[in-house]
């Protein structure tokens, strides 16, 4: 269509979203665009006469039909031909009609962020959820993914937890590394106690950090044990979300600690540090703060320590020379929206950013409480991700008996709820919505899912096989038959959608849509009772949507149960 709009009304609107949606109600084809409407304006026509000429330009063959409605929409009818066609190619394509790339590239996705020796808690939950999805939909639709997990594991804390570990005579790393969560919580908590209330003991946990970077071994050994023990919690937690984390792709702040001083230098040397105060900060163009005045981005602190934002720039050096990306998205807490612009304007004013690397924040709202508010514990602790995890298991466990099932439908539960709201909202953590197998929720599509396995075995079939070798899909007789076949062909752009745009709503929208056709057509077309060719087109249909479903719920990284 964007072809005919540019034949038309010249290259001016080569670029012009076409809109084409699927259409309301059944009167209207499948798809519908209101394309006329929006270019009226612009053009100084009325809506029809722009209908009508695109018509005259728009040549679809022999795969449908497009027609000019109303005020001036346009209503796409795919024939069933093309439709059957549709579905017989996602069935003998592996991929599932998702084309590669043309420009394949390098990403990395920067995502979860947990601190050492602190137990995750419902603020990590979005970032680890978020930046799971895109690394899966990213490497899906054929892009190189390096997943870094941006570890706090440097800075004043740990020579307050190595100085309090030398004060209670615990001095053998592997007692340190043998530690769980709960006793390393006990540990900041008591280290963190001594600090704010003994100056004594608050001044040797600072000489502490000198030591640490300075590599004092007894120092650096109680240190690593720390970050080993907390690491081993850390998998427990992304092994039970089925995140796809290892040990392989944390990148810790303490990386960059040697390359910090450098990155100071070379800002002196390029002329684009100001010492104000005592510290050295860079100005980024456009930054103001409330009172109008240019808004400093501190990189070394008055007192020698270094800033965020001299471990972010060394970080972003690293990804663009060493690791030679073409783009690097941040799944970060949108309050800190502004520190990653100033980095990156930074960044790019000393050249370190050149302008072929994407950098992209995905910033992303707050998790709720049923009060509205930001979701606390009754006593108004931050809530711990174990215990959102148990909640949400407790939650389902009623209806399920087998623990791995349990597992898998509270994981969609809480998965589903977080991707399929828009990432800069916030949401309500509301446990008894979430878990529901009715509605727009993940068990609902698990549901859907099991249900479409449960045809195909009543049917004979494992799921699987091959099914282009199994069925010959013909021809799509039935309206709903059409609907769920239209619905299939809508996966490739999707995929494509949320590569591009990160926005994981855009899936779990299409998979519910999914679901829904589906549900109707299990109404309306029996398919284990039909004969002959209906039957195996109604079966070839079952398993389309089986593995669209399966692959789509994978990508959101939700498991696809056969049984439920």
Known sequence: MRSAVVACFGDAYAQIDTELRPATRPEFGH????????????????????????????????????????????????????????????????HLSVPAPETPQRVVVDYSSPNVAKQMHVGHLRSTVIGDALARVLTYAGHEVVRQNHLGDWGTQFGMLVEELLGEDIRDPDAVGALD?????ALYQRAKARFDDDPGFADAARRRVVELQSGDPTTLAL????????????DATYSRLGVLL?????????????????????????????ESDGAQVAYADGFTGRD????????????????????????????????????????????QSQHFEMVFAVARAV????????????GFGTVLGPDGRPFKTRSGETVTLTTLLDDAEAAVAERYDNPEVVRAVANAAVKYADLSNHLARDYVFDLGRMSATTGETGPYLQYAHARVCNVLAKGGQTTGQIIGKTYAVGTLHHPAEQRLALALTG?????????????PHHLTAYLYGLATALTAFYETC??????????????????????????????????????M
């Open 292 to 335: 109008g005045a240019p808004l400093p981005l501190i990189v070394r602190k008055a007192d020698g320590g270094f800033g965020y934002a001299a471990t972010d720039l060394a970080t972003i050096r690293h990804r663009v020379d060493d690791l030679a990306v073409d783009r690097a998205v941040y799944v970060v807490d949108h309050r």
């Open 351 to 362: 050249g370190w950013l050149p302008g072929s690397v994407e950098v992209q924040h995905i």
């Open 181 to 185: 969560m709960s006793e390393l919580l």
């Open 246 to 274: 290892t040990d392989d792709d944390f990148d810790g702040e303490s990386r960059y600690n040697d390359r910090l001083p450098g990155i100071v230098a070379d800002l002196q040397t390029l002329g684009a540090l100001t």
């Open 491 to 503: 996966f490739a752009p999707v995929v494509a959608k949320v590569a591009d745009t990160l926005e």
């Open 526 to 563: 029996p398919v284990l009772r039909s004969e002959g060719e209906v039957r195996q087109t109604r079966l070839a249909l079952c398993e389309a949507t089986r593995q669209v479903m399966s692959a789509g719920l994978g990508l959101l990284g939700i498991e696809a149960p056969e049984r």
């Open 31 to 94: 798809l519908q665009s209101n394309l006329p409407l929006r270019l009226a304006g612009p053009l100084g026509l009325a809506p029809r006469e722009i209908g009508a000429r695109l018509l005259e330009a728009l040549d679809i063959g022999g795969l449908g039909s497009v027609e000019l409605a109303g005020a001036g929409f346009l209503n796409v009818t795919w024939s069933p031909e093309h439709l059957a066609d549709a579905v017989r190619e996602l069935l003998a394509d592996r």
């Open 223 to 234: 240190w690593q044990a720390l970050v080993d023990a907390s690491m081993t919690e850390f």
